[in-house]
């Protein structure tokens, strides 16, 4: 029986790690020739749909953290406005008067006096207090931590998709080409048994 052919070469991956797939030019001669054993065709099957989910499993890890960058970013914009206002506010010794939501379609205004300092969610149900010149600073390189890990999900997401189509391809080539190699089987078998003796 001939080896199982790799279909991921492991001197080259991609962001992350991630394996990048090998495009199959040549089906009959990658798997041993038009007299090969089915095994290793099946192998090479079995192994391409492997790596297929795989690829769609990570595909749609990167795609929720992809959302999540887009849907973070302009929070944190919207956050590090508000804690410019209210430092420009501070600076003029004004006060700030402001319309929240309390409830869906239920608002209410307030008066904002000068304040030295905000509170800021973290995550994990923390919150703290930063002066205002600190807030911006911690706001600004969120953003921008942020804006590069979008950068990287997003370069991520698109090498994910072109190793998606490369399985693909992949895939349907090796089955037509078993598809194909049985039809001139069985049309040789036909052939052979029609001659006469």
């Known amino acids: 029986m ?12 991609g962001p992350r790690g991630i394996p990048e797939a ?3 030019d040549n089906v009959e001669d990658y798997l041993g020739g ?23 499993f ?3 890890s990167t795609l929720q953290k992809q959302l999540g960058f887009e849907e973070k970013i302009p929070e944190l914009e919207r956050t590090l406005e508000a804690v410019e206002l209210l430092q420009l506010k501070k600076e003029a010794n004004e006060s700030l008067e402001t319309h929240f939501e309390l ?8 008066v904002v006096e000068p304040v030295e300092e905000v509170y800021l969610w973290l995550g994990a149900n923390t919150m703290l207090a930063y002066p205002l010149s600190e807030a911006r600073e911690l706001l600004k390189n969120k953003i921008e931590s942020a804006k590069l890990k979008l950068e990287e999900v997003s370069e991520e997401q698109a090498y994910l998709r072109n190793q998606i189509t490369t399985t ?16 001139e089987r069985r049309a040789k078998e036909a052939e052979n048994n029609h001659k006469p003796a």
Do not use: C, H
């Not at 001939?2 to 991956?13: C, D, F, G, R, Y």
């Not at 038009?34 to 769609?56: N, T």
């Not at 409830?103 to 307030?110: E, I, L, Q, R």
């Open 2 to 13: 001939s080896q199982q052919p790799n279909i991921v070469t492991t001197t080259q991956v």
């Open 22 to 24: 090998l495009f199959i």
């Open 34 to 56: 038009p007299d090969a054993e089915i095994e290793p065709a099946l192998q090479a099957w079995q192994q391409m749909i492997g790596y297929f989910r795989k690829y769609q």
């Open 58 to 60: 990570m595909e749609k």
């Open 103 to 110: 409830a869906d379609t239920v608002y209410t205004s307030a």
């Open 168 to 183: 693909q391809v992949n895939i349907a080539r090796v089955f037509n080409w078993d598809v194909k190699r049985r039809k």
